[in-house]
């Protein structure tokens, strides 16, 4: 198969919607790897693991070295895991997600993987708990413990794509669809196609204003992604 797209999603509020939880387990997280009460917290809309998780140590008084970040982190994947069994009903896929996953999967010249601010293990929660995870090659994607810059997530995923199938994927053939700025800026920034989907906090206007080539209101309309995506009219 000659690959001509490698089409990289966002998670949440793109794909998914787990409202609420992620503080919740930053309050866990923290309260376990270092004894402090979780007292504040960044903006965690667009930005990396590595960003939030250093800027919710330095918001507490405590350093964020490597070693500390790296036990927050195991903290944080513990508080996910122990509530696996509620991740069905307390999140949900977006209208659509599913159906475009599915869609493009069953294209000849097309992989599809992540880029993501989460871990690779809370990735694979959060897709998995809503049967989303099935056509996403969860094993080249970026992710937030690369990182604290989300532009720097995506030649990681271009390379491991290319070293896993194969194929050199130029960065026109590369399509970043997500819900915030920071999303559509790490597109621009290595030269792929950026699609907004204003299913978060950020307009339609607000993605168009950062740059996005094209804006969806959603996912829903399969034809109008489908276009967005493999650059039909």
Same mark, same amino acid.
């Given at each position: ?19 609420? #939880? %992620?503080?919740g ?9 270092? %004894?402090? $009460?979780?007292?504040?917290?960044? !903006?965690?809309? %667009?930005?990396? $693991? /590595?960003?939030?998780?250093? !800027?919710?140590?330095r ?14 982190? /195991?903290?944080?994947? @513990? ?6 069994a509620?991740?069905p ?6 209208? %659509?997600?599913? @159906?475009? #996953? ?11 993987? #992540?880029?993501?601010?989460? +871990?690779?293990?809370?990735?694979r ?13 969860? $094993?080249?994607?970026?992710?937030g413990? +690369? ?7 995506? &030649? ?9 199938h ?16 920071? !999303?559509?800026?790490?597109? +621009? ?15 339609a206007?607000?993605l ?8 969806? &209101? ?14 039909? &009219?």
């Open positions: 198969m000659r690959a001509h797209r490698l089409v990289l999603w966002d998670i949440d509020h793109t794909l998914v919607d787990y409202t609420g #939880l %992620g503080i387990w930053y309050g866990a997280a923290l309260a376990a790897a270092t %004894g402090a $009460e979780f007292r504040t917290h960044p !903006d965690f809309g %667009g930005r990396t $693991e /590595r960003a939030i998780t250093a !800027d919710v140590l918001m507490h008084g405590i350093e964020p070295d490597e070693e500390t970040i790296q036990r927050m982190w /195991r903290e944080l994947i @513990a508080a996910v895991e122990r509530a696996r509620s991740l009903v307390q999140g949900r896929a977006l209208d %659509g997600a599913a @159906a475009a #996953l599915a869609d493009f999967a069953g294209r000849d010249g097309v992989v599809q993987s #992540l880029i993501t601010g989460n +871990l690779p293990e809370i990735s929660h959060k897709l998995a708990a809503l049967g989303l995870e099935e056509h996403l090659d969860l $094993e080249i994607g970026g992710y413990s +690369l990182s604290p810059r989300r532009s720097d997530l995506v &030649p990681h995923a271009v390379k491991a794509a290319e070293a896993k194969g194929i050199e994927f130029s960065a026109e053939s590369v399509v970043i669809l997500g819900d915030t700025p920071h !999303d559509i800026e790490a597109a +621009l920034d290595y030269g792929a196609v950026a699609i907004g989907v204003a299913t978060g906090r950020f307009s206007e607000q168009t204003d950062s740059g996005a080539h094209r804006v969806l &209101p959603d996912l829903a309309d399969l034809s109008a992604v489908r276009a967005a995506v493999l650059g039909e &009219p």
